[in-house]
């Protein structure tokens, strides 16, 4: 469900404050009914503890932070939050973050990233239209059927 994701992990090597890295923004953000969602990224070793974190809007305009299970420094592993995020919210991003605000940058790892509905961490794949546009991608461009 989200954009840009890979399975491929990502080294940001000057991190620091609270967020690491990029914000992968959904395909589609607004959430038409109640609905349970499951966001999970891989976190290799770091220099402090870190978490996955999703972030929404709703229907106020307000916004709410769902934090993962924390990957202790030195560490690592999968951090996935499970929630229920309410009719009329719009999903702003997932990212990976640090459990406390860092002054020292640091080196962190990560990939994997991914939300999907439900309450079951499926195991990092590319969606369905990611492969149909790899597919067409690679199709030469005179090519006849």
Sequence with gaps: MLLGTSK?????????????????????????????????????????????????????????????????????????WTGTIPAGSTIQYVTVVFTEQQQTASTVTYGEVKLEKGTVAHDWSPAPEDLENADSDNKPTDAKD
């Design 8 to 80: 491929t992990l990502k080294t940001e090597t000057n991190a620091s404050g609270w967020s690491v890295g990029a914000a992968y923004q959904p395909r589609v953000a607004k959430v038409n009914s109640d609905t349970t969602y499951t966001a999970r990224a891989w976190i290799s070793p770091a220099s402090h503890d870190m978490n996955t974190q999703i972030v929404w809007k709703d229907s106020s305009g307000n916004l709410h932070y769902g934090g993962g299970n924390a990957i202790s420094a030195g560490t690592s592993g999968y951090s996935t």
